[in-house]
């Protein structure tokens, strides 16, 4: 589960017919994760972060109030620049630590390509934080972004929530040279990285008892509706989640409930035959050798790795 969509920031209908045209065409069809997400599923990933069976952000949660006072006393940062940053709830740790730990005038940016939800966060934060200078930035991180100039040094890179387990590795690789490209002598890169272990526990995670990781998968369906005019009908797919042992990694999955021709303005008519899916999501798990190649091959090394058996947060430095 990733990063946010949002109505004012929603690429052009263009862009979207282009993503579903190169997607629906694979063989096994597959849509980016990022059309999860309006206001609709911003709330349901909230309430998702919430469930008993979702352990991640409350291990996530409890690893950055142990540590984070003194990762961030030991670098003082002048900035925070965080990828993906959502509702910003885990971020409040870090910026009471920088806020404790900086001088006035330290920095905040959020990148988040929902710039509804993300200038709605950036409103509340700038009112709880007024020392701090809120600069939120839409922005499909994916894509590559530049920071806003004038960010005082140095600068910790953040990117929580285990978002880069939704990256195929070659990708992950791809995504953190972005970051080591935008950082400076000095920087650091905080990350949170779910870890493999039973995957009954893991599959329990996206298969929730109150189907509310189900109805955040069909949300995909009603913004793809919204953004392309597609035609796609959600009560004829239902949700699936599955660890692939093999590929150490959750698969989300939309399977059409039977025989069904989806309608995509300017590409033409899609059929789904019964049982056949929209791979909607992969959700990578790790452990410490994989994380460490991913750094490594991206100009990183890991500086500092804590772990309570089930997930980790590490500091990594320009190699």
């Given at each position: 589960?990733?990063d946010?969509?949002?109505?004012?920031a929603?690429?052009?209908?263009?862009?979207?017919?282009?993503?579903?045209?190169?997607?629906?065409?694979?063989?096994?069809?597959?849509?980016?994760?990022?059309?999860?997400?309006?206001?609709?599923?911003s709330?349901?990933?909230?309430?998702?972060t919430?469930?008993?069976?979702?352990?991640?952000?409350r291990?996530?949660?409890?690893?950055?109030?142990?540590?984070?006072?003194?990762w961030i006393?030991?670098?003082?940062p002048?900035?925070?620049?965080?990828?993906?940053?959502?509702?910003?709830?885990k971020?409040?740790?870090?910026l009471?630590?920088i806020t404790?730990?900086s001088?006035?005038?330290?920095?905040?940016?959020?990148?988040?390509?929902?710039?509804?939800?993300?200038d709605?966060?950036?409103?509340?934060?700038?009112?709880?934080?007024?020392?701090?200078?809120?600069v939120?930035?839409?922005?499909?991180f994916?894509?590559?972004?530049d920071?806003?100039?004038g960010?005082?040094?140095?600068?910790?890179h953040?990117?929580?929530?285990?978002?880069?387990?939704?990256?195929?590795?070659?990708?992950a690789?791809?995504?953190?040279?972005?970051?080591?490209?935008?950082?400076?002598?000095?920087?650091?890169?905080?990350?949170?990285?779910?870890?493999?272990?039973?995957?009954?526990?893991?599959?329990?995670?996206?298969?929730?008892?109150q189907?509310?990781?189900?109805?955040?998968?069909?949300?995909?369906?009603?913004?793809?509706?919204?953004?392309a005019?597609?035609?796609?009908?959600?009560?004829?797919?239902?949700?699936?989640?599955?660890?692939?042992?093999a590929?150490h990694?959750?698969?989300?999955?939309?399977?059409?409930?039977?025989?069904?021709?989806?309608?995509?303005?300017?590409?033409?008519?899609?059929?789904?035959?019964?049982?056949?899916?929209?791979?909607?999501?992969?959700?990578?798990?790790?452990?410490?050798?994989?994380?460490?190649?991913?750094?490594?091959a991206?100009?990183?090394?890991?500086?500092?790795?804590?772990?309570?058996?089930?997930f980790?947060?590490?500091?990594?430095t320009?190699?």
């Open positions: 589960m990733t946010t969509l949002g109505p004012s929603a690429p052009a209908a263009a862009a979207v017919l282009a993503d579903l045209r190169e997607g629906l065409s694979r063989a096994q069809k597959e849509l980016p994760p990022k059309y999860f997400y309006d206001a609709r599923g709330a349901l990933f909230e309430a998702i919430r469930l008993p069976e979702y352990y991640l952000t291990a996530e949660r409890a690893l950055l109030e142990r540590w984070m006072p003194e006393g030991e670098l003082r002048g900035a925070l620049v965080e990828l993906g940053a959502g509702s910003a709830e971020t409040r740790i870090l009471d630590a404790a730990s001088a006035d005038g330290a920095a905040y940016v959020p990148v988040d390509v929902s710039a509804e939800f993300l709605e966060t950036a409103v509340r934060l700038a009112a709880e934080y007024p020392a701090l200078d809120v939120p930035l839409a922005s499909d994916t894509a590559g972004f920071l806003p100039a960010l005082p040094r140095p600068v910790l953040a990117f929580l929530g285990s978002t880069i387990g939704n990256f195929a590795p070659e990708e690789v791809a995504l953190l040279r972005g970051v080591r490209g935008r950082m400076g002598e000095g920087d650091r890169f905080l990350m949170g990285v779910d870890l493999r272990k039973d995957p009954a526990v893991i599959e329990a995670a996206y298969n929730d008892a189907g509310i990781t189900a109805e955040f998968n069909l949300n995909m369906l009603r913004v793809l509706n919204a953004a005019g597609t035609d796609f009908d959600p009560g004829r797919f239902e949700h699936r989640a599955f660890y692939d042992t590929e990694r959750i698969e989300m999955h939309l399977v059409s409930r039977a025989g069904q021709a989806v309608t995509v303005p300017g590409v033409g008519v899609v059929p789904f035959r019964a049982g056949e899916t929209i791979r909607t999501e992969i959700s990578c798990k790790h452990d410490r050798a994989s994380v460490e190649a991913m750094l490594a991206a100009g990183m090394r890991g500086a500092r790795w804590e772990t309570d058996g089930r980790a947060i590490l500091l990594a320009p190699a």
